[in-house]
């Protein structure tokens, strides 16, 4: 081979390995960023995964607070609203129905006197859905004269429908038979009351009152405390007859210590009958079991009712509109503030009107 030849086939092959350089290069090239590719879209991945355990954590926080959420509707009952705490209001001034117009109390126009046309004119006209208007003591739907197409009662009843319209409520409270005579003339008296008050479209709200002697010998109650949960049921039996949510019941917490309940009895009725109540009475009792009652706030020394605090306590749970009834007995207004906060009661905001 000449010296020509030799040139020649070196200039050749350093020509193929330069070739093989260049594509070496370029795959290296290549190579390197497919890696670059490889390592974006694993960071990628690192940061998907980073908002996975992210929303992970958001998942499990919801979670824990559902769980609290779950643990306070059980805690209070079927609901998590707390029961509303307020009081009578003195009506010398007509002025606090319309002052307190979306708030839940209670008034009595009149307690021992019937209901005029004139008196029923001093009110405002309001929109109050959660007044609740307490029949007077003379009024007795029960009464024997009752039933009679004329009859005091019958006239009385139609008074404080008119007032319930002026006032933008439906709720009047009546007392439950309390005698013997009335005990027996149940029947005619829920009629009397259909007649004059759920028919007008009112809603009738039945206190439980305490009973007469007579009444309490004639159903041994001291005997057999069971006669009280017979009589309700007797009462709300007669519910049926008329259109649903027409009549509901009212605890008085110092009425059913007259009827020998104390606070533990008293709790069971309470959730026994809780679907058919809106109202409640707070109230404590001065007088002795199986007597009329005389009120005094719950948590006064004077009241009689034992473990008053369990009682409050469980009542507080129930969502209820619960009317602290004073009369000869009072608090300062500093003192319920105290009593709705240790027990979680709502309590509606202070009007110089309020009975407290």
Not at 25 to 37: D, I, K, P, Q, V
Not at 41 to 56: A, G
Not at 338 to 351: E, G, N, R, V, W
């Amino acid at each position: 081979m000449d010296i020509n030849d030799f040139i020649d086939k070196l200039d050749y092959s350093l020509s193929i390995n330069s070739n093989n350089n260049d594509e070496s290069n370029e795959s290296n090239t290549t190579n390197e960023s497919s890696l670059e590719e490889i390592i974006k879209d694993s960071d990628e991945v690192i940061k998907d995964s980073d908002e996975i355990i992210k929303d992970s954590d958001e998942i499990i926080k919801d979670s824990d607070e559902i769980i609290k959420d779950s643990d306070e509707v059980i805690e209070g009952g079927n609901s998590k609203s707390r029961s509303i705490l307020t009081f009578n209001a003195s009506v010398s001034n007509k002025k606090v129905i319309s002052d307190l117009e979306s708030v839940p109390f209670q008034i009595m126009a009149t307690t021992r006197n019937y209901l005029t046309k004139a008196m029923i004119s001093n009110y405002p006209e309001t929109h109050n859905p959660n007044l609740l208007l307490h029949m007077n003591y003379i009024t007795r739907p029960f009464n024997d004269n009752a039933i009679e197409t004329n009859s005091r009662e019958r006239a009385s009843l139609r008074q404080y429908a008119l007032l319930a319209q002026r006032t933008g409520t439906h709720d009047i409270l009546i007392h439950m038979p309390a005698n013997l005579t009335e005990y027996i003339n149940m029947a005619q008296g829920f009629r009397v009351i259909s007649d004059e008050l759920i028919k007008q479209n009112m809603v009738v709200h039945l206190e439980i009152a305490p009973w007469t002697q007579e009444l309490i010998n004639h159903l041994k109650l001291q005997e057999n405390p069971q006669v009280v949960v017979e009589f309700l049921d007797k009462v709300i039996s007669r519910f049926n007859k008329f259109p649903k949510d027409s009549f509901k019941i009212v605890f008085d917490t110092a009425h059913l210590y007259a009827l020998g309940y104390e606070a533990e009895e008293q709790i069971k009725l309470f959730h026994k009958y809780r679907q058919y109540m809106k109202y409640c009475h707070l109230n404590g009792n001065v007088n002795a079991k199986y007597t009329s009652d005389s009120h005094a706030p719950i948590m006064s020394s004077k009241s009689k009712i034992k473990n008053w605090e369990l009682l409050s306590a469980e009542i507080a749970k129930m969502d209820l509109i619960c009317i602290a009834e004073i009369t000869k007995f009072g608090k300062q207004w500093g003192e319920w503030e105290d009593y709705a906060k240790k027990f979680k009661f709502q309590l509606i905001p202070y009007h110089e009107q309020l009975c407290f």
